[in-house]
């Protein structure tokens, strides 16, 4: 089959300048390339003969003989005497290592094309290292075990699916939605990269009578009407345990005490919150006979107004 001329191939005039025809070779090579048409065998022939035309006319020497010889000018033995007395001989690649500097071969020859012309080129990247990601598992504790630090057995399922137990410790004063991180116990790092961190993240149960307020505690003691009116020494429950407080005769319902380093720990640095203790004054829901003319008695000894600073 006889070969397409060169300009055709290029899409130039045949007095084409020299900068035409790099600009045409640069913008069908472009198109062709293998790179941009992965798999597509169409575009890699076009490819080759746009590279192997542009490495004839891209070359003034080789530009001239071809004007004058055209392809049998790099036929092997061509003689160019030969040639203008009316030989004929048909165009093959072997001889094409003549004008690509020595090489041996037409992908090498247009390979050096490619490299002169787009710069150097550099090895397809390897997939660049990525870290893991990292992963969340949550943990509900107590709170007893917020408040002093406890060992929790965590158990994952990997994205391969393999199981991994783990225990993991949390510490005290850690609250909802407090995280704790374990470097490295993430998800492996595609093609080679480091491993994702693990955080745990705590979910803590409600207390029955605490209620954690930032780093403090807060709760609420019932006591009787004589605690509060003659005074009287009450236990207390702390996170750490019962203590005892001392509550002065008057004490009004509703009076709040606190109690200086009985709340919550610090997660960072060392200290702890206080604990706030509201005092409830509970009365009987019922009264015999006796005791009604006793709260009677104890009322016309003792008159009060507390009303009477409100106006309506």
Same mark, same amino acid.
């Given at each position: 089959?006889?070969k397409k001329d060169y300009y055709t191939i290029l899409g130039v005039r045949h007095n084409a300048s020299a900068k035409?025809?790099? *600009?045409?070779?640069?913008?069908?090579?472009?198109?062709?390339?293998?790179?941009?048409?992965?798999?597509?065998?169409?575009?890699? /022939?076009?490819?080759?003969?746009?590279?192997?035309?542009?490495?004839?006319?891209?070359?003034?020497?080789?530009?001239?003989?071809?004007? *004058?010889?055209?392809? /049998?000018?790099?036929?092997?033995?061509? &003689?160019?005497?030969?040639?203008?007395?009316?030989?004929?001989? =048909?165009?093959?690649?072997? +001889?094409?290592?003549?004008?690509?500097?020595?090489?041996?071969?037409?992908?090498?020859?247009?390979?050096?094309?490619?490299? &002169?012309?787009?710069?150097?080129?550099?090895?397809?990247?390897?997939?660049?290292?990525?870290?893991?990601?990292?992963?969340?598992?949550?943990?509900?504790?107590?709170?007893?075990?917020?408040?002093? !630090?406890?060992?929790?057995?965590?158990?994952?399922?990997?994205?391969?699916? +393999?199981?991994?137990?783990?225990? %993991?410790?949390?510490?005290?004063?850690?609250?909802?939605?407090?995280?704790?991180?374990?470097?490295?116990?993430?998800?492996?790092?595609?093609?080679?990269?480091? $491993?994702?961190?693990?955080?745990?993240?705590?979910?803590?149960?409600?207390?029955?009578?605490?209620?954690?307020?930032?780093?403090?505690?807060?709760?609420? $003691?019932?006591?009787?009407?004589?605690?509060?009116?003659?005074?009287?020494? %009450?236990?207390?429950?702390?996170?750490?345990?019962?203590?005892?407080?001392?509550?002065?005769?008057?004490? *009004? +319902? !509703?009076?709040?005490?606190?109690?200086? =380093?009985?709340?919550?720990?610090?997660?960072? =640095?060392?200290?702890? =919150?206080? /604990?706030? $203790?509201? %005092?409830?004054?509970?009365?009987?829901?019922?009264?015999?006979?006796?005791?009604? /003319?006793?709260?009677?008695?104890?009322?016309?000894?003792?008159?009060? *107004?507390?009303?009477?600073?409100?106006?309506?």
């Amino acid at each position: 089959m006889a070969k397409k001329d060169y300009y055709t191939i290029l899409g130039v005039r045949h007095n084409a300048s020299a900068k035409e025809i790099k *600009q045409a070779y640069r913008r069908l090579a472009r198109r062709y390339h293998p790179d941009v048409n992965p798999g597509d065998a169409t575009a890699e /022939q076009k490819f080759k003969e746009v590279s192997e035309a542009y490495a004839v006319l891209g070359n003034p020497e080789n530009r001239k003989k071809y004007d *004058q010889f055209g392809h /049998q000018a790099f036929a092997s033995g061509f &003689d160019p005497s030969f040639a203008a007395g009316g030989g004929s001989y =048909g165009f093959h690649t072997g +001889n094409f290592k003549d004008f690509f500097g020595g090489r041996g071969s037409f992908a090498e020859g247009f390979s050096t094309i490619f490299e &002169d012309f787009f710069g150097k080129a550099s090895p397809r990247p390897s997939p660049t290292p990525t870290r893991g990601q990292d992963i969340e598992h949550t943990v509900e504790i107590s709170f007893a075990e917020a408040m002093h !630090g406890t060992t929790s057995e965590v158990r994952l399922v990997r994205g391969d699916g +393999n199981v991994e137990w783990l225990r %993991v410790k949390i510490p005290a004063g850690v609250d909802t939605n407090s995280k704790v991180r374990l470097a490295g116990k993430g998800e492996a790092g595609p093609h080679g990269g480091s $491993v994702g961190d693990l955080y745990i993240v705590t979910r803590v149960q409600p207390h029955a009578y605490f209620v954690r307020q930032g780093h403090d505690i807060v709760c609420e $003691v019932p006591v009787t009407l004589a605690e509060a009116m003659l005074g009287a020494r %009450v236990d207390i429950p702390t996170i750490d345990g019962k203590t005892t407080m001392t509550l002065p005769a008057g004490t *009004q +319902n !509703g009076r709040k005490f606190r109690l200086r =380093g009985k709340g919550a720990p610090h997660l960072k =640095g060392e200290g702890r =919150g206080d /604990q706030y $203790v509201t %005092v409830k004054v509970v009365l009987p829901a019922t009264l015999d006979e006796y005791s009604r /003319q006793l709260v009677e008695e104890f009322d016309k000894r003792n008159p009060l *107004q507390p009303r009477v600073h409100m106006r309506w």
